[in-house]
């Protein structure tokens, strides 16, 4: 196994290199030379294997040998450790929960594996990295919390002051170790351009050693297939399911048509968008038009130009009718975001947040489009993190979950910035 680039002028590298690199030098992506397929035994004995066994063998012909079996294995214990459940909410419709990880979010699961890895890989060595994570939210503190205490690792996320909720706030800036939150007086496009000016700083990078850990990472990326397995192992319908994917920078889902690849039974994807709709447009008319983003309830979605498009071409060479027969896609407005979790919450007493909210709008609208069909959606997170949103919409108050009350009794600990590379860098360079 080995890793290209999706624009074919870096050459190909190693499991590891791709993992410490993150992105190859030409701006593409990395992809794996082949995608593995997974023997009819393993599927017939999926419903009697653990989580941790599902991960490991749907994982390890990607990591090729370059972490020893018995290591990749504690790595896959540690990432899955939490549950998956798969709950319904009709007869025709279950929710995956991907929210029980230790941020509430389904980021944790490439996170956690992602940190592991590096973790690894750099055991040995006296090189000190230095992370760098603009956030609109979910994937800092994921991230954060994956590489807490990992040795010759630091982390510094970067987030808008006022634009994250309390909670992801809290679970941003109290974690301490070696993870530093700057709260940037600006907007998530500000951090990520900071971020994105550090990369190429020369002064940073000679005193510095910087990664970034976004989506396109691989060891992020490639993990996300593990609860598409869950899904199916908790499945007890005949017919293979439709699964509706809320997405943004699409990775989640593009991670779900790999396990189908590997010879996971789906019956179709439907990718789920806010108002951010150029890959709905693209379905409908063929052609690709990157937008600026606009804000929306399910700000985790808000992209203009999803990152792993490329991957997913490269999933159907680049073929937008064998995209069509396997994949539709759908836009839900804000207003329509809130009808459904007020409708959900009372029609079935089952609590959506928004980014669960517009892939079960999604959902709803294909399946009756084709009846006898049944589905799942991935409830990307847990509704008490977009709570002013959900209270909103079901006019009550909701609880915070035992797991997280105690983040309320710590103290923020992050330090204030301008939304202003200059600073930023004064910053990183009076750390090294
Ligand atoms: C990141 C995120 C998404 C979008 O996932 P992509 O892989 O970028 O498509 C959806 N929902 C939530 C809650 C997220 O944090």
């Known amino acids: 196994m080995h890793y290209y680039s999706t624009n074919h002028k870096s050459p190909p590298i190693s499991f590891r290199e791709a993992a410490v690199t993150g992105q190859p030098q030409d701006k593409g992506l990395y992809f794996p030379s082949e995608i593995p397929h997974l023997s009819g035994s393993f599927f017939q004995d999926l419903k009697s294997k653990s989580k941790a066994e599902i991960a490991f063998e749907v994982i390890r012909p990607y990591i090729d040998g370059e972490i020893p079996d018995k290591e990749l294995f504690g790595i896959c214990e540690d990432t899955v450790n939490f549950d998956f459940p798969l709950v319904k909410i009709s007869d025709?419709?279950?929710s995956l929960?991907?929210?029980?990880g230790p941020t509430m979010a389904f980021k944790d699961v490439g996170a956690r594996f992602m940190s592991r890895c590096l973790g690894y890989f750099s055991k040995d060595s006296d090189r000190?990295?230095?992370?760098l994570v603009a956030t609109s939210?979910?994937?800092g503190s994921a991230v954060a919390n994956g590489f807490l205490g990992v040795k010759n690792v630091d982390v510094v996320i970067l987030y808008p002051s006022g634009k994250v909720s309390n909670i992801q706030e809290l679970q941003l800036t109290t974690l301490g170790q070696n993870i530093t939150a700057l709260e940037v007086n600006g907007t998530f496009d500000d951090c990520q351009a900071m971020v994105k000016q550090a990369f190429t700083d020369t002064d940073l990078n000679k005193k510095l050693s910087l990664t970034s850990a976004n989506s396109i990472n691989i060891a992020r990326w490639l993990p996300q297939q593990f609860y598409y397995f869950f899904a199916l192992q908790q499945w007890d319908h005949k017919e293979p399911p439709v699964i509706s994917v809320p997405s943004g920078n699409f990775g989640n889902?593009?991670?779900g048509l790999v396990a189908y690849k590997s010879g996971?039974?789906?019956?179709?994807f439907i990718a789920a968008c806010n108002s951010n709709d150029i890959f709905p447009d693209y379905l409908l008319n063929g052609e690709y038009k990157p937008k600026p983003s606009v804000a929306t309830y399910s700000n985790a979605m808000d992209v203009g130009d999803p990152s792993n498009f490329v991957r997913l071409l490269g999933l159907f060479d680049n073929d937008i009718s064998k995209i069509r027969q396997m994949v539709s896609s759908c836009s839900v407005n804000d207003t329509t975001t809130l009808d459904t979790i007020s409708r959900v919450y009372h029609e079935s007493g089952y609590l959506l947040e928004p980014h669960g909210a517009v892939a079960f709008k999604a959902l709803d609208e294909y399946l009756a489009q084709h009846p006898g069909k049944k589905g799942i959606?991935?409830?990307t997170a847990h509704p008490i993190?977009?709570?002013d949103v959900v209270e909103k919409s079901i006019g009550e108050k909701i609880a915070v979950p035992d797991a997280s009350r105690y983040l309320l009794g710590l103290k923020k600990q992050s330090v204030l910035i301008a939304p202003e590379f200059a600073k930023f860098k004064e910053f990183l360079l009076a750390r090294s």
């Open 385 to 387: 993190k977009f709570v």
């Open 377 to 379: 959606l991935l409830e």
């Open 97 to 100: 929960e991907l929210y029980h």
């Open 137 to 139: 939210g979910d994937t």
């Open 128 to 131: 000190h990295v230095t992370i």
């Open 264 to 268: 996971l039974p789906v019956d179709h």
């Open 92 to 94: 025709t419709v279950s």
């Open 253 to 255: 889902i593009c991670a």
